[in-house]
């Protein structure tokens, strides 16, 4: 059993503007706890106390400053908890903190960078990879992947949800056994054999929360998202098994209720979520109390899923994120006061071992099978029954193998089976009479050979002995190069078939050089989750929930291009197109430098065989047993083969760690495309409601809803207003024109709700007439002219 307190760390998200510095300081003196000082500005502590300078100090186990990158995060807080469950012990690691504080980009990562990977994918890359060193035991490793909004749970990886909205999902329920162990009803585990499967499942869980997603739910700041990876190992042969869980949870935003200030659904929302993080926070005050003897974890789904976790049987880890910016003093005063109570609290991991029932029940039956038989012979009952073919078969193969045991100490283990014991002798029986009938001439030139070998002296022996190593020697040597042939033939199919393996993701890559963002056409609707081919039901099912076609009418796939290129993300998509192309021919020049290698090698061995069958033809004849000088063309031949061993190995390692970074990349790109494509079909469904209502086309464009930009972009400057207008000339760019936005679209907003009834924010209906569609291309044409020459007045 392994006792530990929570352990808690803190990480302050970069400031964008350096003239925050003041507001912080990290003192992380060796000696003692590090500590993190929130400092309250002047203006601020004037309001509450006396005009003084406040300052607040908190202790972490460590705290990590702006300049941290995800490796050291992954190092210092996930890998510790890895190793845990590995040896069989359960961990959590969950990240709290106000909305857009970092904790999704700690546990997940950012979507841009591969460097920017998170604690899930780093992790899973990890624990494979001591799986594949780890041959002594055989591990299965399962997936799951469990969002909580408003206090219901859904499944991020139901392959059969096809519903768009978060609402419309079949609904995750806890129920407890009679132990009080929580089992979560309609959440699917998912087996992952290698890390691109889990690394798929991931990203298909992500893209379903993003799909679901609504602007009325920002589920992405009001959920709690818990990501597990379960982990089975066992000993071959042993009855017994290991469970452990590992959950990687990324908290809704922790920031107060009266704060969001908001009405409606929105309230509805903010008050769940403060009640959801309201309990955890109630189950963390009583656990850190020392008498309390009741833990209301049964008040909130999170806190029963987190059970374990939570002053239970698992390490678990807590991530501070910290946006110390002066207007988030008081929540990141709160998020480090939440800290302080969780690391109060004790847990108490211990190794989750347990017996196989079916191993179990193999055993239990022999068992009863052994006893039975030794109750038979001591009542001296006799079988009737006899042995079958199978069993007799075995006793004679249990007696040839005891019989050239040279070990004499050695037994006969068939059981207190008269039957089996009565065959045994019969059998010893016949051997011996059928040795006597026909083996005396082998014995007696048996001891003929003992007798002559007797006067043989021992210098004699040796050289005998050594002439037949010599021999065996060339023997080898020459049924290995009779081999060489063949196998060269082998190895140049193996070779083509691993390079076709190694590249296979540049065919099937989703920016193929002629159409760098066509849909795949590798979609197969009948391809399962848990097949390997992730990627192909992964499509699938994307392509289903955006209601992106394949066969997009002319008017929606221009209207779609020009979309795209105008979109904030189109710059990250091209950034990252333009890595993973650079990565490719990094791989493609790197498996040819392989495959250099590999024939170098292969020549090198060769002359190095050729050079040795001259030495031996020389011994030969010679008469030497051994090359009295060593042969230095041969050595020198020898620490080439080496060199060019270790430049192989050097290359592949490269080339594996160069197909995981291309596999996640591909997946982020999916992400963004998808993303993008669901903003479109939105916008251009709000378009074509808006044709509809308003048409004939064009009445009036006040009402039209600009493109939707990324949060950053909406802050910018406009182009168009700035002296960049010629660069942008000719797109249709709706955040450049702020009467538009500011003013006229919502009076025209409110204009268009009160002729319109409520449209639902998610499924929304598509025209697919391309009639229609051609329709709505012209009116965002004129829209565009318009635009523009309104922005140039
Ligand atoms: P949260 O999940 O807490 O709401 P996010 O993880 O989404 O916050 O972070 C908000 C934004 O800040 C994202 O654009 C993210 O990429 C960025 N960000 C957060 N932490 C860091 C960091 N340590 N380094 C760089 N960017 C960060
Ligand atoms: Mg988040």
């Not at 990324?250 to 309201?278: C, F, M, P, W």
């Not at 991530?319 to 002066?326: F, G, N, P, R, V």
Request: with cysteine; net charge neutral; proline share 4%.
């Amino acid at each position: 059993m392994v006792k530990q307190t929570i352990q808690i760390f803190a990480r302050v998200k970069p400031t964008a503007r350096k003239q925050q510095q003041g507001i912080y300081s990290v003192d992380e003196d060796e000696k003692l706890i590090p500590s993190l000082e929130i400092i309250l500005p002047r203006d601020l502590a004037d309001g509450f106390v006396n005009n003084k300078r406040e300052s607040y100090k908190f202790k972490f186990q460590r705290i990590f400053d702006q300049d941290a990158n995800q490796e050291t995060i992954f190092e210092n807080i996930a890998k510790p908890v890895a190793e845990s469950v590995l040896a069989g012990y359960n961990g959590t690691i969950f990240a709290y903190g106000q909305t857009g504080s970092g904790k999704t980009f700690t546990i997940t990562g950012g979507a841009e960078r591969y460097s920017d990977r998170g604690i899930i994918p780093r992790t899973l890359s990890y624990i494979f990879e001591q799986l594949q060193k780890d041959t002594s035991k055989i591990y299965t490793t399962h997936i799951s992947y469990l969002e909580i909004y408003n206090e219901c749970g859904y499944d991020l990886l139901d392959p059969r949800h096809e519903a768009s909205s978060l609402e419309d999902l079949p609904k995750v329920t806890i129920l407890e056994d009679p132990d009080q162990n929580i089992h979560l009803k309609n959440l699917s585990l998912h087996h992952a054999t290698t890390e691109e499967e889990a690394l798929n499942l991931l990203f298909l869980g992500d893209t379903n929360r993003m799909i679901a997603e609504t602007p009325m739910n920002q589920a992405s700041t009001r959920s709690h998202c818990i990501f597990t990876i379960h982990l089975s190992s066992k000993e071959p042969g042993s009855a017994t098994v290991r469970h452990a869980k590992l959950h990687l949870v990324d908290l809704a935003g922790s920031e107060r209720v009266a704060k969001t200030g908001v009405g409606g659904q929105l309230l509805t929302e903010a008050k769940y979520i403060n009640l959801s993080l309201h309990y955890l926070e109630q189950v963390i005050i009583a656990l850190s109390e020392k008498h309390r003897s009741h833990i209301p974890y049964r008040n909130s789904m999170m806190t029963s899923v987190l059970r374990d976790s939570l002053g239970g049987n698992c390490m678990t880890t807590m991530i501070a994120t910290l946006s110390l910016e002066k207007r988030n003093i008081d929540e990141s005063i709160s998020t480090c006061r939440f800290a302080q109570r969780v690391a109060l609290i004790k847990n108490e991991a211990v190794l989750n071992e347990e017996i196989d029932p079916r191993l179990m029940i193999v055993r239990l039956q022999k068992e009863i099978q052994e006893l039975k038989d030794e109750l038979a012979i001591v009542t001296g009952e006799q079988r009737p029954e006899a042995l079958t073919e199978a069993e007799l078969l075995q006793l004679e193969k249990l007696i040839t193998s005891f019989l050239e045991d040279q070990d004499p100490e050695s037994r006969l283990e068939v059981g207190a089976d008269m039957r089996k014991i009565h065959h045994c002798f019969h059998h010893l029986k016949k051997l011996l009479n059928d040795k006597k009938i026909h083996g005396k001439s082998t014995v007696s030139s048996e001891i003929k050979d003992q007798d002559c070998q007797e006067p043989l002296k021992e210098e004699e022996y040796k050289k005998l002995r050594d002439i037949l190593q010599q021999r065996d020697n060339e023997i080898n040597i020459l049924v290995n190069m009779l081999k060489k042939e063949k196998k060269k033939a082998q190895d140049a199919l193996h070779l083509s078939s691993v390079d076709r393996n190694e590249f296979r993701h540049s065919q099937s890559s989703p920016f193929p050089p002629g159409n760098p963002e066509g849909p795949r056409t590798s979609s197969s609707a009948s391809t399962q989750v848990q097949d390997a081919s992730t990627f192909g039901y992964r499509s699938t099912l994307l392509q289903r929930k955006t209601g992106m076609r394949e066969e997009m009418s002319l008017g929606r796939q221009e209207a779609f291009e020009i979309f795209k290129r105008d979109h904030a993300d189109s710059v990250t998509i091209a950034d990252n197109k333009q890595i993973l192309k650079q990565r490719f021919s990094e791989a493609k020049a790197l498996g040819e430098n392989i495959n250099e290698a590999r024939s170098k090698i292969g020549r090198l061995k060769e002359e190095i065989t050729q050079r040795h069958l001259q030495q031996v033809a020389l011994g030969i004849s010679e008469n030497m047993a051994e090359p009295s000088v060593p042969d230095l063309l041969e050595e020198k031949l020898r620490s080439q083969l080496e060199e060019e061993k270790k430049r192989y190995k050097t290359m592949f390692i490269r080339l594996k760690a160069l197909k995981v970074e291309i596999e996640h990349l591909q997946l982020l790109m999916d992400k963004a495309k998808v993303k993008l494509q669901k903003e479109f079909e939105a916008w251009w469904a709000e378009e074509a409601t808006s044709l509809q209502v308003n048409s004939p086309a064009v009445k009036s464009l006040s009402h039209m809803k600009p493109f939707p930009q990324t949060p950053g972009s909406q802050h910018q400057e406009s182009p168009l207003l700035s002296n960049k207008s010629d660069v942008n000339a000719g797109k249709i760019l709706p955040s450049s024109c702020p009467i538009l936005h500011s003013q006229e679209q919502n009076r025209t907003s409110a204009s268009l709700d009160d002729s319109l009834p409520a449209r639902p924010t998610s499924s929304i209906p598509l025209t697919g007439d391309s009639q229609t569609d051609s329709d709505i291309l012209a009116f965002i044409k004129a829209r565009q002219s318009i635009l523009q020459k309104k922005c140039f007045q």
